[in-house]
């Protein structure tokens, strides 16, 4: 080795050159061979599955019970005793606050005194009224038989006349006195809250000492909730969502207040009216109300926390699904323009070949195909493995079908 190692040095420079050469090449392919990575394939390649998809709208809206009574007065008057409080049990008929009975109380007593009064002058009007209807009678038959003069008859007759009407006026003022005492002995009654339900309060909006007045609008005292075991969901879903909800349809929720946690509900109802949230004539903004019902037997639910719900408008199994990154993809030396949906099909030994396909529910991560020439195990691109080319390929979500986010 020393012999050949110092016939080097000493030999001529292109004879130094050629070894180094040598050397140099001899390096490079036992780097190559040895020490180098494998070549990467042009493309990334996924294969055509069968599975199970769904489509789903997202939306949310707060839990409130099925059904509320509003609790309010009819009468005007200080609070001076309440008997409720939030969460209190209560059952129909069960007192919940009384008002100060002091002036509807001085408001009954008059309304019965002129009742009195009125009977009383009634029963002197049907006194005078018999007596004028006898005599008026009695006149007649002297009339008849030219007894009296026919000026006597017309003066008993206008006597009668004057003693119905006023028998008339004095049973209307009886009414009238009746109706007043009615009323006040209602009113009277009305100073004493009561539950109209069995239910939980819910609110309870006055104080003992608290002056309310009831006018053109009836003063909102309590909210009784029916049954906390059952509540709803009023969510608010867009136009563009609403055509694929129907009742009976199954929904997801989760809740702030329970990380982690999801929660069932059923749809019940999806309401026509409509809210218009549109902030000017260019942007045009429709939702609609959608009922979900969820059970609470365990009473964790609490009205107004507000859901984030799901709600599944398709489930469907064992249906043809394709990645979303073969619908975007195109590959970057390709110059064509596609009006159609379509995936790059790779077979061994050929080209890559676009296929049109049509598409059903697009999901968060697969697509459903439901036309085309795709079958279960066949291989789409879904990209490139040259990073600088595969920069050019295109992102635009697939066209058609169902949305999902």
């Known amino acids: 080795m020393k012999t050949i190692l110092s016939k080097i040095l000493h030999a001529p420079w292109w004879v130094k050159l050629i070894v180094l050469v040598l050397i140099a090449a001899g390096v490079w392919w036992v780097k190559q061979h040895y020490f180098s990575k494998p070549a990467l394939p042009p493309y990334r390649i996924a294969k055509v599955t069968k599975?199970?998809?769904?489509?789903?709208?997202?939306?949310?809206?707060?839990?409130?019970?099925?059904?509320?009574?509003?609790?309010?007065?009819?009468?005007?008057?200080?609070?001076?005793?309440?008997?409720?409080?939030y969460n209190s049990e209560v059952k129909k008929g069960d007192l919940m606050a009384v008002i100060d009975q002091t002036q509807i109380l001085a408001s009954l007593e008059e309304a019965r005194a002129s009742l009195s009064s009125a009977k009383e002058s009634l029963s002197s009007a049907k006194k005078s009224y018999e007596l004028s209807k006898r005599n008026y009678e009695r006149y007649q038959v002297l009339y008849d038989k030219n007894y009296v003069s026919k000026v006597d008859l017309e003066g008993y007759e206008l006597s009668y006349v004057n003693a119905k009407s006023a028998l008339n006026a004095a049973q209307a003022s009886v009414v009238r006195a009746q109706s007043n005492v009615d009323t006040a002995e209602k009113n009277l009654s009305n100073t004493k809250i009561v539950s109209p339900i069995d239910g939980v309060v819910l609110t309870r909006k006055v104080s003992e000492g608290q002056t309310i007045t009831a006018g053109f609008s009836t003063p909102e005292l309590f909210v009784v909730a029916?049954?906390?075991?059952?509540?709803?969901?009023?969510?608010?879903?867009?136009?563009?969502?609403?055509?694929?909800?129907?009742?009976?349809?199954?929904?997801?929720?989760?809740?702030?207040?329970?990380?982690?946690?999801?929660?069932?509900?059923?749809?019940?109802?999806?309401?026509?009216?409509?809210?218009?949230?549109?902030s000017s004539s260019s942007n045009s903004s429709?939702?609609?109300t959608v009922i979900v019902d969820v059970?609470?037997?365990?009473?964790?639910?609490k009205p107004g926390m507000t859901a984030t719900m799901t709600i599944y408008t398709?489930?469907?199994?064992?249906?043809?699904?394709?990645?979303?990154?073969?619908?975007?993809?195109?590959?970057?030396?390709?110059?064509?323009?596609?009006?159609?949906?379509?995936?790059?099909?790779?077979?061994?030994?050929?080209?890559?070949?676009?296929?049109?396909?049509?598409?059903?529910?697009?999901?968060?991560?697969?697509?459903?195909?439901?036309?085309?020439?795709?079958?279960?195990?066949?291989?789409?691109?879904?990209?490139?493995?040259?990073?600088?080319?595969?920069?050019?390929?295109?992102?635009n979500p697939p066209r058609g079908g169902p949305r999902r986010r």
Do not use: C
């Not at 073969?326 to 949906?341: D, G, I, Q």
């Not at 697009?362 to 439901?370: Q, R, Y």
């Open 51 to 85: 599975g199970d998809i769904a489509d789903l709208v997202e939306a949310s809206g707060p839990i409130n019970p099925v059904n509320t009574t509003q609790v309010g007065a009819l009468v005007s008057g200080e609070i001076l005793k309440i008997y409720v409080d």
């Open 226 to 278: 029916q049954d906390l075991t059952k509540m709803q969901i009023e969510a608010k879903v867009s136009e563009a969502d609403i055509v694929k909800i129907k009742p009976g349809q199954s929904a997801t929720f989760t809740l702030d207040g329970y990380v982690g946690e999801k929660f069932n509900g059923t749809v019940r109802q999806v309401r026509t009216n409509y809210v218009d949230t549109s």
């Open 286 to 288: 429709t939702s609609y």
């Open 295 to 301: 059970d609470n037997l365990d009473l964790r639910l």
């Open 314 to 395: 398709q489930d469907k199994k064992g249906v043809l699904l394709v990645p979303n990154e073969a619908l975007r993809f195109s590959p970057s030396s390709n110059k064509h323009t596609y009006e159609n949906t379509g995936v790059w099909k790779v077979q061994r030994g050929a080209e890559p070949k676009r296929v049109d396909v049509t598409i059903g529910i697009i999901a968060t991560k697969n697509t459903e195909i439901t036309g085309g020439d795709l079958q279960e195990d066949d291989r789409v691109i879904v990209g490139e493995n040259n990073l600088k080319s595969s920069g050019t390929a295109s992102m």
